[in-house]
C-alpha cells in the first residue's frame, strides 16, 4: 500500500435524493439538510441511494452557489468509494509520476490535456523518445469483485477508445489507466450497459492499446495505491 492523495473530508451524512447530474440533497449528522455538487456524470445509483452514508467537504470557493462538493459514498461491504472524478486527474497524475508504482515506468516528460482532433486526452508523455497517449477513467461499480466500467452508456469513452487505436495505429503508444476504487479480483467493460464501450475495449486490447486496471482505496481520506487488477478475456462474457 502507497499513499497517492489526500482529500479533505469535513462532514458525514445521509443522501437523500438527486434532482439531477450535478446536484444531491444531503442530510447531514447535526440535522441539517444540504445541497451538495456532484462531480461525476455516471448514474451511481449503487452509492447514490437514500439512506446511503457519504461524505462531503466544503467547497474551496466561499462564493459558489453550492457550498459542499461530494467526495464519497459507502458500499454494502462498507467500504467508502470516491466518486468525485474532479481528483482522478491528481490522483492519476501522481501514479504516473511515482516511477515505483506506475505501470508506464519512468518516464521523461509528463504534458495533461493534450489535444487531438476534436478531443482532449489525459496525459501525452514521452519515454525513450516515443510518445504515450493516456485515457484515464474512474470505477466505482463492482459486483462479487469484478470491476466493470461504465455504469451508463459512454460515446465519449467509445470515442477515446477509437482515437488511441487510431494514434497505435500510427505507431505511438497509447494507453487507458483505470483507477478502480472498490475492491475487486478482476476487471471488465459493462457490456449490459454500453456494448459499444465493450467491443472497442476489446479491439482496443487487440491493436495493442495497453490498458491498465490500478486497484486503489479511500481510507479516511488518503487515496491509497494497492497493486493491479487482471482483465477478463472476451471469451468469459
Do not use: C
Not at 437514500?50 to 467526495?71: C, F, H, M, Q, Y
Not at 470491476?147 to 451508463?152: I, R, S, Y
Not at 459493462?190 to 479491439?203: A, G
Amino acid at each position: 500500500m502507497k499513499e497517492l492523495y489526500k482529500i479533505q473530508i469535513d462532514e458525514e451524512g445521509v443522501f437523500l435524493e438527486r434532482p439531477n447530474r450535478f446536484i444531491a440533497h444531503v442530510r447531514l449528522d447535526d440535522g441539517s439538510e444540504e445541497v451538495v455538487h456532484v462531480h461525476d456524470s455516471g448514474r451511481i445509483k449503487e452509492l447514490l441511494y437514500e439512506g446511503n452514508r457519504v461524505k462531503i467537504r466544503r467547497a474551496s470557493n466561499p462564493n459558489r452557489k453550492t457550498k459542499w462538493d461530494l467526495i464519497s459514498g459507502r458500499a454494502s461491504d462498507g467500504e467508502d468509494i470516491l466518486i468525485n472524478s474532479s481528483f482522478h486527474r491528481y490522483i492519476s497524475e501522481n501514479l504516473l509520476n511515482d516511477f515505483e508504482i506506475s505501470p508506464i515506468g519512468k518516464i521523461d516528460k509528463l504534458k495533461a490535456e493534450v489535444k487531438y482532433g476534436k478531443s482532449r486526452l489525459d496525459y501525452l508523455l514521452e519515454k525513450d523518445g516515443k510518445k504515450i497517449w493516456v485515457e484515464v477513467k474512474g470505477v466505482s461499480l463492482a459486483e462479487d469483485r469484478v470491476a466493470m466500467f461504465p455504469d451508463a452508456p459512454s460515446e465519449r469513452a467509445v470515442k477515446h477508445l477509437k482515437e488511441l487505436i487510431e494514434l497505435k495505429e500510427s505507431g505511438d503508444r497509447a494507453a487507458v489507466i483505470l483507477l478502480v476504487f472498490r475492491s475487486s479480483d478482476i476487471f471488465r467493460p459493462r457490456y449490459e450497459t454500453d456494448p459499444k464501450f465493450n467491443e472497442y475495449f476489446y479491439k482496443a486490447i487487440s491493436a495493442g492499446v495497453e490498458i491498465y486496471p490500478i486497484q486503489l482505496s479511500l481510507d479516511n481520506g488518503t487515496i491509497n495505491y494497492r497493486g493491479t487488477v487482471e482483465i477478463m478475456n472476451k471469451t468469459e462474457n
